[in-house]
Structures are given as structure tokens and as C-alpha cells.
């Protein structure tokens, strides 16, 4: 499973990209606003830090298929390589996102909470979905969001569907664990839980003794520095 940074704060991004590897960054209207920076300032620096190979997911905010066909278009000039044009599945949004294949762009198709919702985007031209996976909990119930991946995923499979399904609305390690065993192809979420998916308490403890016993032996010497005889 991929890991994508659900953000647009440039510096956290660049933080988690220097420790991460992080496969690309998806936005959205709201952690967008919550920047200071103007729009075309946060993805020069978002693309910078990602470079031209991982993948940038930028959310178009209009209500029409026509107008979400144009924001794509001039969003695409400002992210360049790796662009991916989000498009919630309205009745609209459907539309546009056919519309977006057809122009060439890539759609992600985004705030799926249903079966029915995914298997629409994905005939409709979405190259990659986003299932909201902690929203769906909070509405039906802890382990709903991952068991919806898991539907998904396995229907895709049934009918041949090569979308990409990304969980997203991701808040705690035990989802991230649960939809890479339902074989979500991403998952995208906060720089906080992924610093919290790559911590444990047992590795710290390994650490610490490992820490203890080679301070005992060497008297802290560095694995580079000349041996003791």
C-alpha cells in the first residue's frame, strides 16, 4: 500500500517527505483554506517538494460539470506532471469527471461513501477513487469505513475495474491497518498518523536495550571508530 499525505501545509510536507516514503499529496477546499498562501503559491510549493514524479491531488470547488472541466484545465496548467484532478461524486461531479478523462487528465474521484457511488465514478472515468473512511464509521459504525474499502475493492476485482481506490478521512492506525488488509491500493491521511503508523512501544523497548548493551560493551564507541583490541 502507498502512503499519500492528506495536507496542504507546505512545511509539514516537506518534513514528512524528508523521513517518508511518501507517494504523493492530496488537498482538499478545506485544508487548503486553513493556509495563509494563496492557492497558486501552496502547490508551487507543494510541487517542488514532490518533484515531477509523485502524484498531486487537486480538488476543484465548482458546483457545474462545465465549471469543473475549467478549473481542471487551469489546474493543470499550475500543478503540471503528476496532476490529478479531484472531483466529488455529485450528479455533477460524475459528469465531470468523464468529461476530465476525456480531455486527457487524470480524475480522482472523491467523497465516496457507497458501493454504487464507486462503481459510477469508475465507469464514468476515474483513474482513482477516495472512499471516506472514518466518516463512514462515525455514520455506520466503527469498521464500516474499512469494510466500504473492502466492498469496493472486491467488486473492482469482479468486474475488472482498474480504478485505484485511495482510503482517505483516515484518523487512527487501527484504520490503516484495516484498509491495507482490504487491499486499498493507497491510503492518504494526516502527517500525525503517519508519524503514528511508524511508531511502536516494542520497538522503542528492542531500542533502548540495544542501546544499553552496546553502551555496556563499547562505552558508547561508534561503529565507526577505532576498536578496542
Not at 476525456?102 to 482513482?128: E, I
Request: charged letters at 20%; proline letters at 5%; hydrophobic letters at 55%.
Amino acid at each position: 500500500m502507498h502512503f499519500l499525505l492528506d495536507t496542504a501545509d507546505v512545511e509539514a510536507i516537506r518534513a514528512a517527505c524528508a523521513v517518508f516514503p511518501v507517494a504523493g499529496v492530496t488537498t482538499n477546499p478545506s485544508n487548503v483554506a486553513r493556509e495563509p498562501a494563496p492557492l497558486h503559491e501552496l502547490i508551487a510549493g507543494i510541487r517542488e517538494i514532490l518533484g515531477p514524479e509523485r502524484s498531486l491531488h487537486v480538488q476543484v470547488v465548482a458546483a457545474d460539470a462545465e465549471e469543473m472541466l475549467a478549473e481542471a484545465r487551469l489546474l493543470a496548467e499550475l500543478v503540471g506532471p503528476g496532476f490529478r484532478a479531484k472531483v466529488p461524486v455529485t450528479r455533477e461531479g460524475l459528469a465531470a469527471i468523464g468529461r476530465i478523462a476525456d480531455a486527457g487528465m487524470t480524475a480522482t474521484a472523491t467523497s465516496v461513501s457507497s458501493l454504487g457511488q464507486a462503481l459510477l465514478a469508475a465507469r464514468a472515468g476515474a483513474a482513482y477513487l477516495i472512499p471516506y473512511v472514518n466518516r463512514v464509521d462515525v455514520a455506520e459504525g466503527p469498521g464500516a469505513g474499512a469494510a466500504l474499502v473492502g466492498e469496493i475493492v472486491a467488486a473492482f476485482r469482479l468486474h475488472g475495474i482498474e480504478t485505484r481506490l485511495i482510503a482517505a478521512s483516515v484518523k487512527t492506525v487501527e484504520q490503516v491497518r484495516a484498509c491495507a488488509i482490504a487491499g486499498a491500493w493507497a491510503c492518504t491521511l494526516p502527517v500525525d498518523v503517519l508519524e503514528a503508523v511508524a511508531h511502536h512501544l516494542l520497538t522503542d523497548a528492542a531500542v533502548a536495550a540495544f542501546a544499553r548493551d552496546w553502551e555496556a560493551a563499547y562505552d558508547g564507541l561508534r561503529v565507526d571508530a577505532p576498536w578496542r583490541g
